[in-house]
């Protein structure tokens, strides 16, 4: 079992910045892969960024290429999420998510992001 828990969301201005990060903890030996995901109101969870180890290969959604920056401590079992030139459709509800390169991923609880144009 692998516990994630998110943390830094908030409220922030259109054209700021806000970095959120998760703390994995439990059984973090098997993670491959740590990942971001987003929820926005009466929309469906999309995927943000994901960030793999060993090499350290990241992918990233079109919409926040160029602005969102994610990074990983293997050491401290955590991934973090710089996000810059945050537009108001960023506003969402972003969740950590975190497994083994086959098999069952875990969730975080979620930490809220929101936006003010």
């Known amino acids: 079992q692998v516990q994630l828990v998110e943390s830094g969301g908030g409220l922030v201005q259109a054209g700021g910045s806000l970095r959120i990060s998760c703390v994995a903890s439990?059984?973090?030996?098997?993670?491959?892969?740590m990942a971001w995901f987003r929820q926005a109101p009466g929309k469906e969870r999309e995927g943000v960024s994901c960030?793999?180890?060993?090499?350290?290969?990241?992918n990233y959604a079109d919409s926040v290429k160029g602005r969102f920056t994610i990074s990983r401590d293997n050491a401290e079992s955590t991934v973090s999420l710089q996000m810059n030139s945050l537009k108001p459709e960023d506003t969402a509800v972003y969740y950590c998510?975190?497994?083994?390169?086959?098999?069952?991923?875990?969730w975080g609880q979620g930490t809220q992001v929101t936006v003010s144009s």
């Open positions: 998510n975190a497994g083994p390169r086959y098999g069952s991923h875990y």
């Open positions: 439990g059984h973090t030996g098997d993670i491959y892969t």
């Open positions: 960030i793999r180890s060993g090499g350290g290969s990241t």
